[in-house]
């Protein structure tokens, strides 16, 4: 596992202390000896996790670990403080500066390494997430990353698998009002509770009499629904090696018993913060892909989607010697609609439109708005007779029924022209395809407007 990571302290020894045992681990190690240079290399270099010092002079750790989660820029780096301090206050106003892990002098090296690997792990995949949200367009991308998803906002749903009454209860005290904590003593059903709703944690213990607690977490990770739902491991004294195995089956984070009420808190809260922050990238990224490839004013796909898609239907029905056929419509006198009724009242035209047009397809049909008030609906297995008489019938019900506009509904007429064309036998490309449907539509127009032309070649 390769990494950046950016150690700051400002005693010398205890940098070359980590930077040893990061090295060895084949990490690559930044370092900085004050906050202000540390928050510039964060600023201007890949750093995968910062191990950052609370006690330095001039600019502590809370201060800096506190600005560099304000700026959007640096937010969604990893930040693990260590400190000499042990005080229940001090890992509370690391929280809330919003350090996303803690360790206390002086470093265990499991607990270092299991908890960089974590981390990094993490931020690999928010990095996917950022870069495929910042390359798409419309997005905001600055004041997405920006927001703030604390687990403050709305209470965590968390699962808690443990067959042991004892623990059961000492956790749940522990978790009052903090979680809507669920319950099961069945690492069975809790496989199937886990996969069957919306939880932003699954706690697991390892104390089960007959059944290892590693296999449900491999379960959990080969599951689509539960992948990216943060496991945290509640281990025993002496279970370093289960541990190390479970954080490379993809396990979060990991308590030992007798578990700390602020340390199951503080960590509960940073995998619940970490987990709403990437659901909310992948959200977007989601979204933005819909909005890259649909028309927003009627709903149907755009352009850009019929360029890309076309091509896979026309090579489709090529390959399987299948009809494909093609209809380009244009509304006719659009810009006179425009002109008298506003931008407005046509925009209500395109839209009643594009409702009609969808209405009179199949659901494999591939229906477009192509540009202003032209629209194309490819048809997948049709022959260009039939497409025809499709065409036919959208020009008709266009023709009979006129549209209402405006708040009180006037009733205006609206006609539309339409050009067909097919897959030709033999050579034929997609270009080609287009550009006869076009140009029987020209003849449609031409021709006096509210007909259907096909071309046949």
């Known amino acids: 596992m390769t990494a950046r990571i950016l150690v700051v302290d400002d005693i010398p020894a205890n940098v070359r202390l980590l930077e ?11 370092t900085a000896t004050n906050g202000p240079d540390a928050i510039e290399t964060c600023e201007n270099g890949k750093v995968d996790v910062v191990l950052l010092d609370v006690m330095m002079p001039d600019m ?11 700026d959007p820029a640096t ?42 690997k974590s981390l990094v792990r993490l931020k690999s995949l928010t990095d996917e997430l950022r870069l495929r949200a910042s390359t798409t367009r419309n997005i905001g991308i600055e004041e997405l990353l920006s927001r703030n998803f604390a687990s403050e906002d709305t209470t965590p749903k968390v699962l808690l698998i443990d067959e042991r009454k004892t623990s059961v209860e000492r956790i749940q005290k522990m978790l009052r009002d903090r979680a809507d904590l669920d ?7 809790g496989f199937f509770q886990a996969a069957e709703t919306s939880y932003e944690c699954v706690m697991i213990s390892t104390a089960f009499a007959d059944f290892d607690p590693l296999r449900l977490c491999s379960q959990l990770r080969s599951l689509d629904r539960t992948r990216f739902v943060p496991i945290i491991l509640l281990a025993e004294e002496g279970e370093e090696e289960r541990i190390i195995r479970g954080l490379e089956l ?9 578990i700390d009420q602020q340390e199951l808190t503080a960590r509960l809260r940073t995998q619940v913060r970490r987990k709403r922050y990437n659901d909310q990238l992948r959200a977007s990224v989601t979204q933005t892909i819909e909005m890259a490839v649909t028309d927003g004013l009627t709903g149907l796909h755009n352009r850009r989607y019929l360029d890309s898609h076309l091509q896979t239907l026309f090579d489709r029905a090529v390959a399987r010697r299948r009809p494909l056929s093609v209809m380009i419509t244009d509304l006719d006198r659009f810009k006179a609609i425009n002109d008298a009724h506003g931008h407005d009242g046509g925009d209500e035209v395109l839209r009643e439109f594009a409702r ?65 064309s097919s897959v030709l036998k033999g050579v034929d490309t997609v270009a080609a395809l287009m550009k006869r449907a076009d140009l029987a539509l020209y003849e449609a127009k031409s021709g006096g407007r509210n007909r259907v032309v096909a071309k046949a070649a």
């Open 20 to 30: 040893v045992r990061l090295l060895a681990e084949y990490f690559e190690v930044l």
């Open 60 to 70: 502590d750790g809370f201060e800096v670990c506190r600005r560099l989660k304000s």
């Open 75 to 116: 937010s969604h780096i990893p930040v693990v403080m260590i400190t000499a301090l042990d005080q229940v206050s001090d890992r509370v106003r690391g929280l809330e500066a919003g350090a996303d892990d803690f360790l206390t002098k002086p470093v265990n090296d499991l607990q270092l390494m299991t908890r960089v």
């Open 183 to 189: 319950v099961t003593h069945d690492p069975h059903a």
């Open 250 to 258: 993809g396990i979060n984070d990991y308590l030992m018993r007798p």
């Open 356 to 420: 009609r047009l969808r209405k009179n397809v199949r659901g494999i049909d591939l229906a477009c708005r192509f540009g202003g008030e032209e629209f194309v609906v490819v048809m997948p297995d049709t022959e260009g007779a039939v497409t025809e008489k499709v065409a036919e019938r959208i020009r008709a019900e266009i023709a009979q029924a006129a549209f209402a506009i405006g708040q009180d509904g006037k009733a205006i007429e609206v006609t539309v022209s339409v050009g067909v």
